[in-house]
């Protein structure tokens, strides 16, 4: 076997309610990858379902440890940034975009910072602008739709979508500097749920969808996110890995409802994760 990919996920650490890192370092793992962390900050819980949460901001530990793994000659096959920690934290995950970039390895940048119209707490509307300055670093950027609305300054909208505002967005998001866009939280009708995946040089779009199921979870964009890298670095192309991510994150809430979980802990996506795998042909894999 060839080394195993590396890939550096910086997000925060909510203790408990799966989301963030503790949703993207198990998924990256199985998926066969060897996931290390930069922690953008602890939370006690994460910030939407659980009253009085702590906080810890973890900026000041950003540079020391990438100069630490400078000082090592230390590289990563992707970089895949989520929630960030304080408004000065994007800029320097943009510094550090800039120090381990290479002409090989793979920028994924998910704006993470709102949904269903509205900021998470603790996040401000500039906030919005940072990461838009972010997007512009990123190889794929893998916003939903209410991110794409406050980066690109436009009228977010409620379901029924058409295809003029995906379009739309799709361009404007396109015109923030990355190569290609996923846009998630895409339907349009009531029986399926996707992304639209966009390629900015070509102009070429493709939707890929899952069977919809209502309701809103937890930590879905971290499973879609994570699900999307995982089947890159296993070789898929953009638009199969984001067919894979939406069956992935259908397949996580579907067993989350059978199984009757409490939604502010986050999806039961553990339990799909052999299918995850056998998509990823790791499962029959022979090591
Ligand atoms: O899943 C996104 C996310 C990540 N991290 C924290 C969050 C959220 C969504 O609410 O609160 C701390």
């Known amino acids: 076997m060839d080394r195993q990919k590396r890939v550096c996920a910086i997000h925060d ?7 963030s890192l503790t949703v993207a370092l198990p998924i990256i793992s199985a998926a066969g990858m060897d996931c ?3 922690p953008t900050a602890v939370l006690s819980t994460h910030t939407g379902g659980f009253e009085g949460f702590t906080y810890r901001d973890l900026t000041a530990d950003v540079m020391p ?11 990563f096959d ?3 940034s989520g929630f960030l920690g304080s408004f000065e934290q994007i800029d320097l995950v943009g510094e550090l975009f800039d120090t ?9 940048v998910d704006p993470v ?8 707490a603790i996040y401000s509307p500039e906030m919005a602008k940072g990461m838009a300055k972010l997007c512009g670093k ?8 209410t991110e794409a609305c406050f980066m690109v300054d436009t009228e977010y909208k409620t379901e029924p979508y058409d295809k003029p505002y995906i379009e739309n967005l799709l361009q404007k998001l396109g015109a923030l500097g990355a190569k290609q866009v996923v846009l998630t939280g895409v339907s349009f009708n009531d029986s399926e749920l996707g992304a639209a995946v966009y390629d900015v040089a070509s102009g070429n779009i493709d939707y890929v969808f899952a069977p919809r199921i ?5 930590g879905t964009g971290d499973c879609f996110g994570s699900a999307l890298l995982s089947a890159l670095l296993n070789g898929k192309t953009l638009t199969q890995a984001a067919q894979t991510a939406c069956n992935f994150v259908h397949k996580s809430i579907e067993i989350t409802l059978k199984l009757n979980q409490e939604r502010r802990y986050g999806v039961a996506f553990e339990l799909a994760l052999p299918s995850l795998m056998k998509e990823l042909g790791i499962l029959n894999a022979d090591h």
């Open 138 to 145: 990123a190889d794929i950027i893998i916003p939903n739709i």
């Open 214 to 218: 209502d309701g809103y979870f937890h």
């Open 113 to 120: 910072m709102a949904d269903n119209g509205k900021l998470y």
């Open 13 to 19: 650490i909510s203790c408990v309610g799966r989301c």
């Open 36 to 38: 290390g962390i930069l």
């Open 78 to 80: 992707a970089l895949y």
């Open 65 to 75: 440890i990438s100069a630490h793994w400078q000082t090592l000659g230390l590289g």
């Open 100 to 108: 381990y970039k290479t002409s090989e390895n793979l920028v994924l």
